[in-house]
């Protein structure tokens, strides 16, 4: 597993030397100069797409929720200045980048046509529709999930599998923002009472505690208003293999590690 | 939570008087009479496409497989007459039927269009390709899956929650056959080595015991030749409402609760 790990790692590192905008434009259609880049129409542009931005498909309670985090993304201060708020938005984008395969060998075909389990579908709304938000004062972590239509597990609810996957996909960044890269080790999840397909829930995340290379993390999912418990999950552990300081940038690589073409 | 699981579990109850024709055929489209139907090209036929079966995207190790549990499905006597082997092939279909909402209001769009999380993606090869078989006798379910390119978590590798979601699936359908129709109410997942994109590994549950309403399964991902452990998960509970004494029945509905429209 170590040796797994130490490859899935070098790739991480990979990212540390790349800005964004090298990330951006790993993939520029190769029939295309970089001038018609330009002008091309939205669904060929190399531009990624943020999926952490609302879309005509996210409903009323999603849209709330989101106002109510990104408003506290930015303050104006008396002066009229804009400076960092309390919280902070999280983009999310679909794809690996090319060259970031841990090591591992894939053929060429998996690996340019590889995408982030939670956004490989192109239909808005159909599947996950979620942003994350991350408090780093309060070291808490907030997601706002829509469940689509083509999640189903019991008849008319959301599948375990999926809720599982937002929770990983949670506490994973919650943890790469607390310690670095990091692989999860553990997931122990209580599913306490269904979700219907179509409704908004909340994600929260906070630390448990940091035990040299394994972050704890629990993290529960309710309705909107808090009031009833969905699932939670307590002590996931995730497994950091280098200790890096700085949490923030790592949080960015994450981000950027996935780019659009979809 | 009672009150949610009660709901769902009336919904799965509803499927006890169904016999799978009637199911197939509960979406015929509106504007074919009967006898068309029969005639419709496969795109537009009404009969459920069963996911279990191989397709052109599978791999060799998904193929040979296949073929080791499936050859032991039916045995043939000295007489020369078949019968039942000491392994099951699970049929797989893609959706739940229409009216099994489980009581829950879904809106008429969410409800048509509703697919399971597991075979939501039409192109072949891209995502979970599965077979599920249970041996009856030894109280074993085996799991042969394959992952697709788009269900990337770390780069190169498939998302933990795409790992969650196959053992959510192979360990509550073993529990549905064990026990009944159930709702998963724990699952405790051990992350050992990552699973390459592309790569096929063998999915084994057991079970562990039965306390009243909860069974208890335990889980364990292995490449194809059992040498390398990628995941465990120990004493996952799924919780039956109504005890049923034919699971074997039960099993059969829990397949036919999903036919396929795509």
Redesign the interface.
């Known amino acids: 597993?170590a040796g797994?790990?130490g490859r899935?790692f070098r790739?991480?590192q990979s990212f540390t030397s790349l800005p964004a905008t090298r990330a951006q434009l790993s993939h520029p259609p190769a029939f295309f100069s970089s001038r018609t880049m330009v002008t091309l129409p939205s669904f060929l542009s190399s531009k990624p797409r943020d999926f952490s931005l609302p879309n005509s498909s996210w409903g009323p309670e999603m849209l709330r929720l989101y106002e109510l985090y990104n408003s506290q993304c930015e303050v104006e201060t008396e002066g009229g200045e804009k400076q960092e708020g309390s919280w902070q938005r999280l983009p999310s984008y679909n794809?690996?980048?090319k060259f970031?395969?841990?090591g591992?060998?894939?053929?060429k075909?998996?690996?340019s046509?590889?995408?982030?389990?939670?956004r490989?579908?192109r239909e808005q709304g159909?599947?996950f529709e979620y942003v994350l938000f991350n408090n780093k004062e309060e070291q808490r972590c907030v997601g706002i999930f829509q469940a689509g239509?083509?999640?189903?597990?019991?008849?008319?609810?959301?599948?375990?599998?999926?809720i599982?996957?937002?929770?990983?996909?949670v506490t994973?960044t919650h943890a790469t923002i607390l310690s670095g890269p990091v692989?999860?080790?553990?997931?122990?999840?209580?599913?306490?009472?269904?979700i219907?397909?179509?409704s908004t829930v909340l994600i929260e995340s906070s630390l448990d505690t940091k035990e040299g290379r394994k972050t704890f993390i629990s993290c529960k999912v309710t309705s909107t208003d808090s009031s009833k418990l969905h699932t939670e999950s307590t002590g996931d552990v995730h497994l950091n293999k280098h200790s890096l300081s700085d949490g923030t940038f790592l949080c960015h690589i994450f981000s950027v590690?996935h780019i659009s073409t979809l």
């Open positions: 597993m797994s790990l899935l790739g991480f794809r690996s980048l970031a395969t841990g591992v060998y894939l053929s075909i998996i690996q046509k590889a995408r982030l389990f939670t490989n579908i159909a599947a239509h083509l999640l189903e597990g019991p008849p008319g609810h959301v599948h375990g599998g999926a599982a996957t937002m929770i990983d996909t994973g692989m999860t080790a553990n997931l122990n999840i209580n599913y306490r009472s269904p219907p397909l179509g590690s």
